[in-house]
């Protein structure tokens, strides 16, 4: 097969590196991909929300399947363009429609399936600008902390969590009345907050069976101790070491279970992955969000440990065969940890050189935001590298991702050093 990846951070890294193990690969074309996918496959200089471009990139390479690494295309409808354009209607793409791309895309449409399909989360409610004092008045039905969340995309960065009553009504207007997070909070939903632990359960779905993937736990706050602004994400372990045999039972029959369900059941197409963001409060799994793509840096511990063929398992999604192909996991932990730009997540340089990859053995180093410059590799991104490592637990593979990074060099460079610290 000849395959078009389309992304440029470390999870397309780790899933092209996932792919190319496959005897399926004939050729991979990443687009734009970075310094760490060029080596592997061919770098496209071509924007993933370009559709018209796309379309003529793979009719003149004869493109068999096209995998959508970020949501944006997806929330966009590259699903549908495809399916709808009988030039290119026979070309497999992983990922949902542009119907189903809305549990990751609109925060309100993501509440209303959940409580439509009785599957567990936090009560809510939903405001627009003209009803922002009946969101203050509704905090005052809360107890602190306060949950906001724009409804649309906002890379990561429009959930705000606070302990104040007169913040959280002063920050409610500065979403729905100042933009803050532009047209994205221009809806806000207003959630209880749920008291527990995180975990992330990834589904792979032809939408109609599904294969649960090994769980992980990321780590989203800048600072030590889970502190300071929210990121894209500073570090994951696979697997979550609490997530025991009842919880993923439980995790199954009231969360997975219902939600492919319930996709067949409101007729939407879905052939891609679903991530399911949960919090395990006392140990009753409850759902915080979908997103409608692999998450970024669990993709980086969450694709090592798969041992399946992963083209196959796209192959039998596409036929709508998944339930006949078995999915096996590596029993070894792995982990992984964000090597950041100095300032990420607010103001950061670019292309400073990066020094010592090659020294790194012991270890997969994923590329997120990197660029080749003649022959340096230079930062190109606020989450540079991840550095993941295998073990036969978290606390071992751990300790060999902070060895290889003393290995990697680059101006101002940052990370945490507390990965997994919180589960031993």
Known sequence: MTILLLGSGGREHALAWKMLQSPLCHQLFVAPGNAGTAPLATNVNLNPLDFQSVKSFVLDHQIDMVVVGPEDPLVQ?????????????????????????????????????????????????????????????????????????????????????????????????????????????SKVVIEEFLDGIELSCFVLTDGKSYKILPTAKDYKRIGEGDTGLNTGGMGAVSPVPFADAVLMEKIENRIVKPTVEGLQKDGIEYKGFIFIGLINVKGEPMVIEYNVRMGDPETEVVMPRIQSDLLELFQAVAKQELEK????????????????????????????????????????????????????????????????????????????????????????????????????
């Open 77 to 185: 409808g590259i699903y549908d363009f495809f399916k709808g354009d009988p030039q290119i209607s026979h070309i497999t793409v992983i990922g949902p429609s542009k119907v189903g791309a809305q549990l990751e895309g609109s925060k309100e449409f993501a509440k209303e399936f959940l409580i439509r399909h009785n599957i567990p989360t936090a009560r809510y409610e939903s405001f627009i600008k003209d009803t922002v004092e009946q969101g203050c008045e509704f905090l005052t039905t809360l107890s602190a902390p306060y949950v906001l969340k724009a409804d649309g995309l906002a890379a990561g960065k429009g959930v705000l969590i606070l302990n104040d009553l007169a913040e959280a009504q002063q920050e409610l207007r500065n979403m729905l009345v100042d933009a803050k997070f532009g047209e994205a909070s």
């Open 325 to 424: 192909v078995t999915l096996e996991i590596d029993k070894r932990a792995a982990t992984t940890v964000i090597v950041a730009s100095g300032g990420y997540p607010e103001e950061y340089e670019k292309g400073k050189i990066i020094t010592g990859l090659k020294e790194v053995d012991g270890s997969i180093v994923f590329h997120a935001g990197t660029k080749q410059a003649n022959d340096e590799v230079v930062t190109n991104g606020g989450r540079v590298l991840a550095v993941t490592s295998y073990g036969d637990n978290f606390q071992e593979a751990i300790k060999k991702s902070y060895e290889s990074i003393q290995k990697i060099h680059f101006d101002r460079m940052y990370f945490r050093k507390d990965i997994g610290q919180d589960l031993v």
